[in-house]
Antibody
């Protein structure tokens, strides 16, 4: 069974840092592109970041560029999101999400973790 | 960036109703469109990808259609477990953007 388990969330002051982790099981992580998606309190889904299966490509939503870094350690079956200079508006539930390729070669999210909550507040 | 406009933002329906949710992209996304269901307090769940391909295990009452910039998710006969929020997402071009969501309530 595919499982994605996030950890590392918590309460942090504005300007602070956190590192989120996502432990994958039930599949070979190195074969998949991975994403982070967040959901603010009572809000919709916002895609945050992507990393390709071989780490060759990474993408970020504009609001986190220069502050967040996505990386992976396939030997540890883990995905990470380093978040620096956190702002109030980064408060959200952060989901780790696996992506599959469709027949046209585009990558869509097919599995989600349960999320880890990040609260940025003084 | 590609903007996704989803409508309606909420709708009221009854068990057995036919429900249609629309999603419009600001640019042609060439069928690279997925639909997700999110029940309260739960993670999103993939329903449909590539506009019309049903994810394994998803009931056949869910149907996706569309092309170009206009896409639709249809639930042919609403069941009690279908009351939830639905999101479309384009994965044609980063940043991969979601619609605002449609809350299907009784």
């Amino acid at each position: 069974e595919v499982q994605l388990v996030e950890s590392g969330g918590g309460l942090v002051q504005p300007g602070g840092s956190l590192r989120l982790s996502c432990e994958a099981s039930g599949f070979i992580l190195s074969r998949y592109n991975m994403n982070w998606v967040r959901q603010g309190p009572g809000e919709g889904l916002e895609w945050v970041s992507y990393i390709s299966y071989n780490s060759a490509s990474t993408y970020y939503v504009d609001s986190v560029k220069g502050r967040f870094t996505i990386h992976r350690d396939d030997a540890k079956n883990s995905l990470y999101l380093q978040m620096n200079n956190l702002r109030d508006e980064d408060t959200a539930l952060y989901y780790c999400a696996r992506a599959q390729y469709d027949s046209s070669g585009f990558s869509y999210i097919d599995k989600w973790g349960r999320g880890t909550l990040v609260t940025v507040s003084s | 960036d590609i903007q996704m406009t989803q409508s309606p933002s909420s709708l009221s329906a009854s068990v057995g109703d036919r429900v249609t949710i629309s999603c419009r992209a600001s640019h042609d996304i060439r069928l690279s469109l997925a639909w997700y269901q999110q029940r309260p307090g739960k993670a999103p769940k993939l329903l449909v990808y590539t506009t019309s391909k049903l994810e394994s295990g998803v009931p056949s009452r869910f149907t996706g259609s569309g092309s170009g910039t206009d896409y639709t998710l249809t639930i042919s006969s609403l069941q009690p477990e279908d009351f939830a929020t639905y999101y479309c997402q384009q994965y044609y071009d980063p940043p991969w953007t979601f619609g605002q969501g449609t809350n299907v309530e009784s």
